[in-house]
T-cell receptor
Framework: SAVISQKPSRDICQRGTSLTIQCQVD?????MFWYRQQPGQSLTLIAT?????????ESGFVIDKFPISRPNLTFSTLTVSNMSPEDSSIYLC???????????FGPGTRLLVL | SQQGEEDPQALSIQEGENATMNCSYK?????LQWYRQNSGRGLVHLIL?????REKHSGRLRVTLDTSKKSSSLLITASRAADTASYFC???????????FGKGTLLTVNP
């Protein structure tokens, strides 16, 4: 399994500001995924980040709001831009294990926007 | 969509009892995975069952998959207070490797 860390683990932000979340993996992976979990809800995929190409966004998510970087095979960032209270969620990154089947998740970043 | 749907939404049992959670989905899948989440933290992967498998075991966990009914069940035997968590099923299908999650079951195991 992959070991994934995220920074920050939690943050409280003011509306209108931006927050960049980091995801670090202990091994090289081709695909990284970013999910959002709104309070009391399930997980929704935001985008898939492949190294060396633009991230692929799911319906309802746009690059201007959630820009993603993937500078190498072990690291990615997700920025939540121009935040509003509706962005208050847990943001999680995930990667595949050895094969493209099991997905392992980071500990999440709990974001509260006031 | 392929979204998994768990039931029940919430389940409360006593320590030592068995807990069964169900998951249904809508389209063909490659595999189905079960995850546990404690108090809004990260997800812990529990078990993966492929579309050509019918049953898998891992410790106190037993997962079944019925592709004809597009449903799966997760059985936790001899539950413990530490099993208290939210449990999610997630399905993967097609060639894009995406996971689509169900809404989850909140399991409370009372000591």
């Amino acid at each position: 399994s992959a070991v994934i860390s995220q920074k920050p683990s939690r943050d409280i932000c003011q509306r209108g500001t931006s927050l960049t979340i980091q995801c670090q993996v202990d091994s090289q992976v081709t695909m990284m995924f970013w999910y959002r979990q709104q309070p009391g809800q399930s997980l929704t995929l935001i985008a898939t980040a492949n190294q060396g190409s633009e991230a692929t966004y799911e319906s309802g998510f746009v690059i201007d709001k959630f820009p993603i970087s993937r500078p190498n095979l072990t690291f990615s960032t997700l920025t939540v831009s121009n935040m509003s209270p509706e962005d208050s969620s847990i943001y999680l990154c995930s990667v595949f294990g050895g094969g493209k089947e099991t997905q392992y998740f980071g500990p999440g970043t709990r974001l509260l926007v006031l | 969509s392929q979204q998994g749907e768990e039931d029940p939404q919430a389940l409360s049992i006593q320590e030592g009892e068995n807990a069964t959670m169900n998951c249904s989905y809508k389209t063909s899948i490659n595999n189905l995975q079960w995850y546990r989440q404690n108090s809004g933290r990260g997800l812990v992967h529990l078990i993966l069952i492929r579309s050509n498998e019918r049953e898998k075991h891992s410790g106190r966990l037993r997962v079944t998959l019925d592709t004809s009914k597009k449903s799966s069940s997760l059985l936790i035997t001899a539950s413990r207070a530490a099993d208290t968590a939210s449990y999610f099923c997630a399905v993967s299908g097609g060639s894009n490797y995406k996971l689509t999650f169900g809404k989850g079951t909140l399991l409370t195991v009372n000591p």
